[in-house]
Nanobody, 123 residues
Framework: VQLQASGGGLVQAGGSLRLSCAASGRTFEHYGMGWFRQAPEKGREFVAAITWSSGRTYYDNSVKGRFTISKDTAGNIVYLQLNNLKPGDTAVYYC?????????????????WGQGTQVTVSS
């Protein structure tokens, strides 16, 4: 399994970005797909997740209403739309894949990780 994250960049507060995660190497039915982020000197924290088969979504409270996770099943791509960005959203964003459902907000349970894409929000 390979995950390729892209779409990060530098944006002013209040701006938007769309991150993409291209997944390959197998079919992802019954997988959970997540986005996590890690700021300097902080641990990796959950942002959002989506179940591949049903499309059910989950969000951390800090991004609910501002970020949207979605998927393109045919293209094997998971997106994270980031709106109304704040300086506190600055981090490296990682996409990840989990072989089964259940707990989707804990990075320990994910099996595969992409390389990360930097999001920097200036004030």
């Amino acid at each position: 399994v390979q995950l390729q994250a892209s779409g990060g960049g530098l944006v002013q507060a209040g701006g938007s970005l769309r991150l993409s995660c291209a997944a390959s190497g197998r079919t992802f039915e019954h997988y959970g797909m997540g986005w996590f982020r890690q700021a300097p000197e902080k641990g990796r924290e959950f942002v959002a997740a989506i179940t591949w088969s049903s499309g059910r979504t989950y969000y951390d409270n800090s991004v609910k209403g501002r970020f949207t996770i979605s998927k393109d099943t045919a293209g094997n791509i998971v997106y994270l739309q980031l709106n109304n960005l704040k300086p506190g959203d600055t981090a490296v964003y990682y996409c990840a894949a989990k072989k089964s459902l259940g707990t989707l907000n804990y990075p320990y349970y994910y099996n595969y990780w992409g390389q990360g894409t930097q999001v920097t929000v200036s004030s």
